[in-house]
């Protein structure tokens, strides 16, 4: 082992240990599956900030993001990476587009086939076990590297993921000092405010200051984030460590691990819930940003969504687990929604565009 090597193992070990407040917001100094359901509920908090007008700056210059998307090297990860770059290089320089450069953080620790068709920063991953067979620790720990290591040259940063589909030109949507994100329906501070205040102190305010989010689809600024990244990284951790808090969140845990991290640091956001939708249960593309295909689409031969049992027409991401899919998958029949359609045709695009498909 290297002494490289070395050193990032003893400090995510010695982070394990940084369980109480106190030590877990020490990062305030400078950086050295599924829920079935709809993704819009009326119990959802919006600020109405997100009716005011994108913030330009007074000499009319663009303020520009980066977007980072965190991904591993399995199959799985690599060909969502692809079709997501695809159609981010679509609308990078479109109407109202603040879109910056991309990077893929891949969390292997060695470099892939895809370096030249993607940019890439090589991030190392967790020490073995470390993860709990949760893989997605893996993310605030990558983001912690990118962000002490790589020349970012824009002030803002977009987080996305590799089941992300750019469906338009995307403006940033930050403002006023205050990220910009999607508010999830089951990110609940209220609910589980007894398990998170081992982690946010009363002393820090009211539960509710923590945002209903997660860590992904957001924009931010980039000096925030390197303030947030270390201690969402300490907390994830942390989170993963002790049973009530593990068993409570489970497969979200990383994105409490976020919004507490970010209420740490009085970093709010502004819940934008055009910023994306979710089909099935989202059907209209409307005023929206970004698809997320994380649940599985349904449906029999009359259109008619069938969720909980394989249709006889489906898209499911989970199908390509192990091989990517193939170009020119069926469409939908006939009754299906707009959000469903729009989606297979954008991954049939992609595919048939991108080279070497499948290779």
Known sequence: MGCGDF?????????????????????NAPLKQELPGPSTRSSLIVDPIIKMP?????????????????ASDSVYNTWQCRVM???????????????????????SGKPDKFMEEIPTFIAQPLPSGMDQGYIVL????????????????????????PDHIIVKPIPNLSKGGLGAAFPFFYIEPKKYE?????????????????????NSPVIVGKE??????????????????????????GWVLEMYAYAVSSALHGVGNILYK?????????????KKFIIHYTYGCDY????????????????????????????????????????VVTLVKMVNEATSNIPNWGS
Request: net charge positive; no cysteine; hydrophobic share 35%.
């Open 300 to 339: 029999d031969m009359k259109g008619k969504l069938t969720y909980g049992k394989i249709g006889e027409w489906r898209f499911d991401k989970r199908s390509y687990d192990n091989v990517a899919p193939p170009r020119n998958l069926p469409l939908p029949p006939p009754g299906v929604p707009e959000s």
């Open 138 to 161: 893996n993310r605030p720990w990558a983001f912690v590297q990118w962000l002490q290591k790589a020349d970012i040259k824009e002030d803002y940063i977009l987080m996305a993921e």
């Open 274 to 286: 055009d910023f994306m939708i979710q089909p099935p249960w989202d059907t209209e593309i409307g």
């Open 85 to 107: 770059y695809y159609w981010y290089m679509k609308h990078k320089d479109g109407p109202n587009s603040e879109m910056g450069g991309f990077t893929r953080i891949l969390h």
């Open 54 to 70: 994108f913030e330009r700056s007074s000499s009319g210059k663009k303020r520009l993001f980066h977007t980072a998307v965190t």
């Open 194 to 214: 007894s398990v998170l205040r081992k982690y946010f102190p009363e002393d820090k305010g009211p539960i509710t200051t923590i945002n209903p989010i997660g």
């Open 224 to 249: 925030s984030l390197k303030k947030i990244a270390p201690t969402w990284m300490n907390i994830s951790l942390a989170m993963k460590k002790d049973p009530e808090t593990d068993k409570a969140f």
């Open 7 to 27: 050193f990032f193992t003893l400090l995510i070990t010695f982070s394990t240990t940084l369980i109480t407040y106190n030590i877990l917001i020490s990062a």
